[in-house]
C-alpha cells in the first residue's frame, strides 16, 4: 500500500513520522516545502504537489489548517482532484465544519474515489506517540483499508457512520469542552492570583478532586509559568469554537457559554496570540 501525506504542519509531521517509522511507503507534500525535509530524511519521497501525491498512491491522508485549507488542497489548481481518480482514497483528518467535509466527499465521489473525513482528538505529543483519538465517517471500505495506518496514528479509531460530516460534529462537539475547560482554567487561576492564593495550590487543590484531569495537569503549570510553547494553536481552537456556534446556529441549539468562550478566544486572536499555544488565552484575561 503506498500511502501519501498532505500537511506538515504540528500534527501532520509527526503523524507522517509515525508512519515512515513503521515503515510505511509514504509520499508527502506541504505548501511550504520546506517542511517536508525531515520526513525526507525519515525515507519519505516528496512530491510537488497535491495531484503529483494523489496520482501517486492508494491512499492520501491531508492534516491541514483550516476549512479554506482543506478547500485550496482538494480543488486548487494542482489540487487532490486533479490526480485522484478510481480505486484511490482520500481521508481528510483536518478539522472542519460538516458543511466542507460533505463537499470535498462529493467531489472526490464524482471522481470515482473514495473519501473518509478522520479529524482527531489528541494534541502533538499524542501525535508523535501515536495515541491519537480518530474520529471517522464515511466510505466504510476506505476505513477498513486506511486502519493499519490509522492503528500507527491513533490507540482508537471510530467508524461513526457512512454519512460524512459526522465526524466533523464529533470533533466540534467534543473540542467545545477542550476549549472550555482551557479557558476556564485561566479564569480561575486569574481570580485566584487577584484573592492572593498561590496558582500551584489551586493546582493542586484541583488535582486531588473530582474535576482532576490530563489538560489541567499540563496546561495549568503552562499558564504559572508563561511557557506558550505551541502544541495546539490558539489560532485552530478559535476556528473550531467559530464552527461549532456555526453548528448550533444550523441545528438551533444554545449555546450560550461556547459563544462567552469563542469571544475569549477571539479577543486572544485579536491581540496576537494565534500562534501561541491555547494556554495563552489566560493572557486576554
Ligand atoms: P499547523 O501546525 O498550523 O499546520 C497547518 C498546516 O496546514 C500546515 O501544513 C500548513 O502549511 C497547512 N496549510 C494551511 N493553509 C493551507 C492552504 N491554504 N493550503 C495548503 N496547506 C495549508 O496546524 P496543526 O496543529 O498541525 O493542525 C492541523 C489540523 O489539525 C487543524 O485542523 C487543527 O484544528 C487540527 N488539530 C490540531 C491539534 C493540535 O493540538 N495541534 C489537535 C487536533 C486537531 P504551511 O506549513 O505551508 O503553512
Known amino acids: ?33 520546506g517542511k517536508c525535509l525531515p520526513l525526507v530524511e525519515l525515507g519519505a519521497r516528496q512530491c510537488a504537489s497535491p495531484k503529483e501525491v494523489a496520482a501517486s498512491v492508494d491512499i492520501v491522508f491531508a492534516m491541514v489548517a483550516d476549512p479554506q485549507a482543506s478547500l485550496d488542497l482538494c480543488f486548487g489548481a494542482d489540487g487532490v482532484l486533479a490526480g485522484i481518480g478510481p480505486g484511490s482514497g482520500y481521508v481528510d483528518m ?6 466542507t467535509s460533505r463537499r470535498i466527499a462529493e467531489a472526490v465521489a464524482a ?3 473514495r473519501f473518509l473525513e478522520a479529524p482527531v482528538s489528541g494534541t502533538k505529543q499524542p501525535a508523535a506517540d501515536g495515541t491519537l483519538v480518530i474520529l471517522a465517517a464515511g466510505d466504510r471500505d476506505l476505513y477498513d483499508r486506511s486502519l493499519p495506518a490509522f492503528e500507527r496514528m491513533g490507540r482508537l479509531s471510530l467508524h461513526l457512520g457512512d454519512v460524512v460530516g459526522q465526524g466533523a460534529k464529533m470533533k ?28 500551584d495550590q489551586i493546582l493542586q487543590v484541583l488535582a486531588e478532586g473530582a474535576m482532576a484531569n490530563p489538560m489541567f495537569r ?11 510553547t505551541t502544541s495546539f494553536p490558539l489560532k485552530h481552537m478559535e476556528k473550531d469554537l467559530r464552527l461549532t456556534l456555526q453548528l448550533s446556529r444550523e ?35
Not at 218 to 228: A, N, R, S
Request: one cysteine or more; aromatic letters at 6%.
Open 94 to 99: 483536518s478539522t472542519v465544519d460538516p458543511a
Open 1 to 33: 500500500m503506498r500511502y501519501g501525506f498532505l500537511g506538515l504542519g504540528i500534527m501532520g509531521s509527526r503523524m507522517a513520522a509515525r508512519l515512515l517509522r513503521a515503515g510505511f511507503d509514504v509520499t508527502v507534500w506541504n505548501r511550504d516545502a
Open 172 to 199: 466540534l462537539v467534543v473540542n467545545l469542552v477542550l476549549g472550555t475547560m482551557m479557558e476556564i482554567l485561566g479564569e480561575s487561576l486569574a481570580l485566584g492570583e487577584k484573592c492572593g492564593l498561590a496558582g
Open 218 to 228: 499540563v496546561k495549568g503549570p503552562m499558564i504559572l509559568t508563561g511557557d506558550t
Open 111 to 113: 471522481k470515482g474515489a
Open 251 to 285: 441545528l438551533e441549539q444554545d449555546l450560550p457559554v461556547a459563544a462567552a468562550v469563542h469571544a475569549v478566544f477571539g479577543k486572544a486572536l485579536a491581540e496576537g496570540y494565534g500562534d501561541r499555544d491555547i494556554a495563552a488565552v489566560v493572557r486576554s484575561l
